[in-house]
């Protein structure tokens, strides 16, 4: 899971302005690779496309909030942010929390979401969940009579 700081550099400073062409709607998606993540999201971006967060986003899944802009993100009443902190297989082959690709992973969240997770002891290793009330009241309620229900 990690990722050179040059990626995330890259990624901050694209811009990808102006109104969306296309939907990607997030429902079950565990996560996975930090790097094929950003890559997914700064291709969305350029595209200037819009996510729909609609189920499940987990892990890496949720770097889409440092990705795109707040306004190119709405969430369903079964949106559920996963969050947790980096990881990476050692020399032995076993799994251990990766400190500065953590940081890095954390400063990469907008304000809202860092407060939310500071109240929480921080991104560890144990997976927290962000939905419901708190989600709503940083994120936009999705209005899917106006949306094409495109899928990722």
Not at 6 to 30: E, F, K, Q, Y
Request: hydrophobic content about 40%; charged content about 20%.
């Amino acid at each position: 899971m990690r990722f050179p700081a040059a990626v995330v550099a890259g990624m901050l400073l694209l811009t990808g302005t102006g109104t969306s062409h296309a939907v990607v709607r997030i429902a079950n998606d565990r996560g996975g690779s930090i790097g094929r993540y950003i890559e997914r999201y700064e291709k969305l971006r350029a595209a200037r496309q819009s996510v729909i967060i609609d189920g499940l986003c987990a892990s890496a899944c949720t770097i889409v909030l440092a990705a795109m802009a707040s306004d190119d993100i709405c969430v369903t009443p079964r949106a559920r942010l996963g969050f947790h902190a980096a990881w990476d297989f050692g020399r032995n082959g076993r799994v251990f929390t990766d400190r500065e690709a953590t940081r890095m992973l954390y400063s990469m969240y907008p304000a809202p979401v860092q407060q939310w997770l500071d109240r929480r002891g921080g991104l560890t290793p144990r997976t927290v969940f962000l939905q419901g009330r708190q989600l709503h009241g940083m994120y936009r309620g999705c209005d899917l009579e106006r949306r094409p229900p495109a899928t990722r």
